[in-house]
């Protein structure tokens, strides 16, 4: 039989209806009561971490998940976290680099209705939730609408539809239909031991460039931060006439801020070589974020700068792939 720890931390699926509309509230002994009827193969424990709107998630929030992992981890098989959509993408980016070396399941899932209403996802995502759980597998993974997404690549599409993840530029982990679970590619297990990495620095930004967007809010930024997200266009290139932000991005790699260069394009990635713009921009000391999600440059870059600030060693960890985070070039031309 396998023990699960199922974490509760709030969200539409423990929402009720107030007056101020939907918000968190069920107990402990309400969540558990629609757990009521899971497989004999399974024993479930459900624990309330916290019960609050994932808008409202922060850093700390993930540390406080990954820390209850780490002191459940050796006696359970498996955890499930039920969590609110809207940030669940970063939680689980952020979790897949603060839990390293997992060789049991944490498994993030949440709905788009709560569970409690009498039309809802919320009960076929934890039942699957709870099914992909049992698995003898390791990682982070989000399970959504019968769908395995590992945990870097999950990213929120949709706002009302029960499909409302995808995984972006990577395969899903896998399918489940009932208590079948079908694998499209399963992760190399590791054999090193599981350890905590919960070191986190909030003090990053995350721009969407624009047109007209004056190059003087650097300077603010510069102040403020100790690294810079910037989604640019296209494969990545910044513009470089007129109101060039080509000076305020030398000014801040000198200063030893990490400069990370993405694309507002949700796939395949930047390319900074392909274009003049992008290439008067990769003579600068930036970071390359290959064909990652922003969900996972944020929270990677927190943790990376929770580890060293060093601008050489933040490139080389950035630019690493991690959690499945990025892609590798042989796996981009398969």
Same mark, same amino acid.
């Given at each position: 039989?396998?023990?699960?720890?199922?974490?509760?931390?709030?969200?539409?699926?423990? !929402?009720?209806? !107030?007056?101020?509309?939907?918000? $968190?509230?069920? =107990?402990?002994?309400?969540?558990?009561?629609?757990?009521?009827?899971?497989?004999?193969?399974?024993?479930?424990?459900?624990?309330?971490?916290?019960?609050?709107?994932?808008?409202?998630?922060?850093?700390?929030?993930?540390?406080?998940?990954?820390?209850?992992?780490?002191?459940? #981890? /050796?006696?359970?098989?498996?955890?499930?976290?039920?969590?609110?959509?809207?940030?669940?993408?970063?939680?689980?980016?952020?979790? =897949?680099?603060?839990?390293?070396?997992?060789?049991? $399941?944490?498994?993030?899932?949440?709905?788009?209705? @709560?569970?409690?209403?009498?039309?809802?996802?919320?009960?076929?995502?934890?039942?699957?939730?709870?099914?992909?759980?049992?698995?003898?597998?390791?990682?982070?993974?989000?399970?959504? &609408?019968?769908?395995?997404?590992?945990?870097?690549?999950?990213?929120? +599409?949709?706002?009302?539809?029960?499909?409302?993840?995808?995984?972006?530029?990577? $395969?899903?982990?896998? #399918?489940?239909?009932?208590?079948?679970?079908?694998?499209?590619?399963?992760?190399?297990?590791?054999?090193? $031991?599981?350890?905590?990495?919960?070191?986190?620095?909030? &003090?990053?930004?995350? +721009?969407?460039?624009? @047109?007209?967007?004056? @190059?003087?809010?650097?300077?603010?930024?510069?102040?403020?931060?100790?690294?810079?997200?910037?989604? !640019?266009?296209?494969?990545? %290139?910044?513009?470089?006439?007129?109101?060039?932000?080509? @000076?305020?991005?030398? &000014?801040?790699?000198?200063? %030893?801020?990490?400069?990370?260069? *993405?694309?507002?394009?949700?796939?395949?990635?930047?390319?900074?070589?392909? #274009?003049?713009?992008?290439?008067?921009?990769?003579?600068?000391?930036?970071?390359?974020?290959?064909?990652?999600?922003? /969900?996972?440059?944020? *929270?990677?870059? +927190?943790? *990376?700068?929770?580890?060293?600030?060093?601008?050489?060693?933040?490139?080389?960890? +950035?630019? !690493?792939?991690?959690?499945?985070?990025?892609?590798?070039?042989?796996?981009?031309?398969?």
């Amino acid at each position: 039989m396998k023990k699960l720890l199922l974490l509760a931390t709030g969200g539409t699926i423990a !929402s009720i209806e !107030s007056n101020e509309g939907l918000a $968190p509230g069920l =107990s402990a002994e309400e969540l558990l009561h629609h757990f009521e009827n899971t497989p004999q193969t399974i024993q479930v424990d459900c624990k309330i971490l916290m019960n609050r709107d994932s808008t409202n998630m922060q850093p700390e929030h993930w540390i406080q998940m990954a820390q209850a992992i780490a002191e459940h #981890y /050796e006696q359970y098989d498996g955890f499930v976290i039920t969590h609110g959509t809207d940030t669940l993408g970063y939680t689980s980016a952020a979790l =897949s680099y603060m839990l390293t070396n997992l060789q049991k $399941p944490v498994v993030i899932t949440g709905s788009q209705v @709560p569970i409690s209403f009498k039309k809802t996802d919320a009960k076929k995502n934890v039942a699957d939730a709870l099914r992909f759980a049992s698995e003898d597998i390791g990682g982070v993974f989000v399970v959504f &609408d019968g769908r395995v997404i590992i945990g870097t690549r999950a990213v929120k +599409m949709r706002t009302k539809s029960y499909d409302a993840f995808e995984s972006i530029n990577h $395969p899903y982990v896998a #399918y489940i239909s009932g208590n079948d679970v079908a694998y499209s590619w399963k992760p190399a297990q590791t054999q090193s $031991p599981f350890a905590l990495n919960a070191s986190l620095c909030p &003090d990053v930004f995350l +721009m969407k460039l624009y @047109p007209g967007m004056k @190059p003087e809010v650097f300077d603010f930024i510069k102040k403020m931060y100790k690294g810079v997200i910037i989604e !640019s266009f296209g494969n990545g %290139g910044l513009p470089f006439e007129n109101r060039s932000l080509l @000076p305020k991005i030398k &000014d801040l790699t000198e200063a %030893g801020i990490s400069v990370v260069i *993405t694309t507002q394009c949700l796939e395949e990635g930047e390319d900074l070589c392909l #274009y003049e713009v992008g290439r008067k921009v990769a003579h600068y000391n930036v970071i390359l974020s290959g064909d990652m999600n922003t /969900e996972a440059i944020v *929270t990677k870059l +927190m943790w *990376t700068l929770g580890k060293t600030t060093d601008i050489a060693n933040v490139k080389q960890i +950035m630019e !690493s792939p991690i959690a499945w985070d990025r892609s590798t070039d042989s796996e981009k031309e398969d």
